[in-house]
């Protein structure tokens, strides 16, 4: 069975400089391991937060390594050097908001702050872009909510078939 | 009494080539006679998912007919071919993302694959467009969810004078 | 101790000609007394409902008067003269949907006519700028639901450091 590629993408200044340990793609990882049931390929990417090395990055993970799903971390808050929503809406034909909204209101259970995030969803070609947040508690939360749409997504855009453990989290693919 | 002029507009491929029945525009039409209490007059349209096409109806029914109302179905997801929100957003001079983000909070509490919908809502000129989803079932429940604010949206932007059935649908007018 | 600039903003035509008196920026002032325990110096405009001079008011609050915080009111809904949205959206570098997103749903408790509010937040330099509903009531509804996000986002942009009274609004700080 041919395996699925996926990539992890970090963006994070401090991060890429070594100034410390990414902490959020290995979260991003772990989840994915234990929610995914189809044999999976990562592609890994630590960068700074520049828009034009976070949409370089993107557009070779849809493009070249043929990434059915990019998940990012990093970079969607309000502050200056924040630019991955905007590097993200740069390489994608169509936004989904819904992705955003759900994942916002679902971090402002835990923190008040999470109206901050400007995190979304894209698609380009056919591949799936997700932002999330760069805590590593916040990702998990944001996956769990977010994921059960994921696999039909990828079907509607005709990327690889995505199978998930419905024990941890159950894919919906409506009829 | 003079009739208000309401626009239906069902995209779909597959329905403007015979494939299958529309049922969505129906479903609409069905959900209006038991809403309204005021004369109108539908204006039905059935076209594919052509986003030339898509602008050139909504045009028409807005100026050519003056439909203080219209509804579309069908083309909000993220499949290629599936550009009904790129048209609204074309002919529209103001976009109102309240009812989306409502419309997705109501659906998801059905299919968790509600994320995926980019369905919105705009204004051009003195007419109202509101997406809909493609599914009759999801119709239903997303006009219950936004029609409350509808007639007064459109005392606002100077259209015509809707009142619903109180017991079906309960319009809300502030003062 | 320096004082934080806060400017407040009603968008009326009626009111900037006088017909009717603003009650909804002194209605922001009265919560903000409330809310803040840093000293603070009001910076306010009453302006009509013109792109043009709202832009300008903006500019000239967030670069002139070096407001960290610029707080709007009036000007969100749907009709031709509502353009405060616009406006904001052309003076701002990054826009903040979730504060929108929850203003929204904060108010559609109360009104169903909630979707109608295009309300939405952005970044300007190191100044937040939110625009509130136009309705003394929805304000300070509005307010106690962003606001304990709203020192944290200065934070972040270099902003000067506002402290509210905890037991009336709870400012929020990660880590």
């Not at 993107?58 to 070249?64: A, T």
């Not at 908001?97 to 923190?111: A, D, I, N, T, Y």
Request: include cysteine; proline fraction near 7%.
């Amino acid at each position: 069975m041919v395996p699925v590629h996926i990539g992890i993408l970090t963006v994070s200044d401090r991060a890429s400089q070594g100034t410390y340990q990414d902490r959020s793609g290995p979260a991003i990882r772990d989840w994915l391991k234990l929610a995914l049931k189809v044999p999976w390929l990562e592609h890994y990417r630590l960068i700074p937060d520049e828009q034009g090395l976070i949409e370089h990055a993107l557009k070779e993970l849809c493009d070249q390594q043929d990434c059915c799903l990019v998940v990012t971390t990093g970079g969607t808050g309000p502050a200056l050097r924040d630019v991955t929503p905007e590097a993200t809406e740069a390489v994608c034909s169509k936004m989904l908001p819904g992705f955003g909204e759900l994942m916002r209101q679902v971090s402002l259970k835990s923190v008040p702050t999470a109206i901050l995030s400007r995190q979304t969803a894209g698609v380009r070609g056919r591949s799936l872009i997700i932002n999330l947040p760069g805590k590593p508690a916040a990702i998990a939360e944001c996956l769990q909510a977010v994921f059960p749409a994921v696999p039909y997504c990828i079907d509607l855009i005709q990327g690889a078939r995505l199978e998930t453990d419905a024990d941890f989290v159950k894919a919906f693919r409506p009829r």
